[in-house]
T-cell receptor, first 112, second 115 residues
């Protein structure tokens, strides 16, 4: 059974600081997704990582994938309040089902 | 808009009643997924539809849960004899099948509360 673990689960950081969210998974996969969820809202796709060494950047967020280590990171640079949200990683192990297995989420709060 | 549409957005019902949740996927998306999200938790896969193939029901938690989809259109998730532990947000997502560089697109969900 695929397990996807995120850490930390809760993160408070001050504006302007940098931090990294980690996503570990237990089964071979080369497809990993990052989503953002604002309170009471649905999930918004941030990044799609499709191969070992993939790196994607959008604004203050950068995601990477190391399939050998079964690890993805979401790095936050110079955080701003608007980044406060819950961030989920999700792994696709392929096959016929194509469902995603989600981590528990990291609740990020950026403090002024 | 052209996103995934779910209805109702909120549903409050008494324990033991049946509920039906609806999902309209993005036009042209052949794959449709239902997930459940309990408060403060990640998403739990329920069921997957792909075109006219037999659905993957491996995530359904009990036989009280069932879902249907006609072709590549609307899907309904039905929960019979609801229990309090069924309270959650039920999210629907759709995606283009066999195009792995595309993410799943999620609807806003149905927030189900069982009294």
């Amino acid at each position: 059974e695929l397990k996807v673990e995120q850490n930390p689960l809760f993160l408070s950081m001050q504006e302007g600081k940098n931090y990294t969210i980690y996503c570990n998974y237990s089964t071979t996969s080369d497809r990993l997704y990052w989503y953002r969820q604002d309170p009471g809202k649905s999930l918004e796709s941030l990044f799609v990582l499709l191969s070992n060494g993939a790196v994607k950047q959008e604004g203050r967020l950068m995601a990477s994938l190391d399939t050998k280590a079964r690890l993805s990171t979401l790095h936050i640079t110079a955080a701003v309040h608007d980044l406060s949200a819950t961030y989920f990683c999700a792994v696709d192990i392929g096959g016929s089902a194509r469902q995603l297995t989600f981590g528990s989420g990291t609740q990020l709060t950026v403090l002024p | 808009g052209a996103g995934v549409s779910q209805s109702p957005s909120n549903k409050v019902t008494e324990k033991g009643k049946d509920v039906e949740l609806r999902c309209d996927p993005i036009s042209g998306h052949t794959a449709l997924y239902w997930y459940r999200q309990r408060l403060g938790q990640g998403l739990e896969f329920l069921i997957y539809f792909q075109g006219n193939s037999a659905p993957d029901k491996s995530g359904l938690p009990s036989d009280r849960f069932s879902a249907e989809r006609t072709g590549e259109s609307v899907s309904t998730l039905t929960i019979q004899r609801t229990q309090q532990e069924d309270s959650a947000v039920y999210l629907c997502a759709s995606s283009l099948y066999r195009i792995s560089n595309q993410p799943q697109h999620f609807g806003d969900g149905t927030r189900l509360s069982i009294l």
